[in-house]
């Protein structure tokens, strides 16, 4: 099992940024996906998950109306559009699968390794 993000970088406050997240190896449309990020310090937390088919949507509410993560089954990636970014959005974020969409880091067995996100004031 492979996930792999990018679209990680640098950018200013109220900017903009897309995430991806590339799997291989398993069967995509098995798992629920989500993204969670970290910093130094501080332990992982919960930003957005959606479920196998991709109807069903959940935010952290740090992110809600600013964060939409959506799923393209056809080819095996999820994705994260961030707008309106702000400083306290800096962190590693990281791409997981799990079999539900919950927002417990716990449920998700396979991980990335991870994609910088820095936000300057």
């Known amino acids: 099992v492979r996930l792999v993000e990018s679209g990680g970088g640098l950018v200013q406050t109220g900017g903009s940024l897309r995430l991806s997240c590339a799997a291989s190896?398993?069967?995509?449309?098995?798992?629920?996906m989500a993204w969670f990020r970290q910093t130094p310090g501080k332990d992982r937390e919960f930003v957005a998950t959606v479920s196998r088919s991709g109807e069903t949507t959940s935010y952290a509410d740090s992110v809600k109306g600013r964060f939409t993560i959506f799923r393209n089954n056809a080819n095996s990636t999820v994705h994260l559009q961030m707008n309106s970014l702000r400083p306290e959005d800096t962190a590693v974020y990281y791409c997981?699968?799990?079999?539900?969409?919950?927002?417990?880091?716990?449920?998700?067995?396979?991980w990335g390794p991870g994609t910088q996100v820095s936000v300057s004031a």
């Open positions: 190896g398993i069967r995509f449309t098995a798992y629920a």
């Open positions: 997981a699968s799990g079999g539900v969409a919950t927002a417990t880091l716990r449920h998700y067995a396979y």
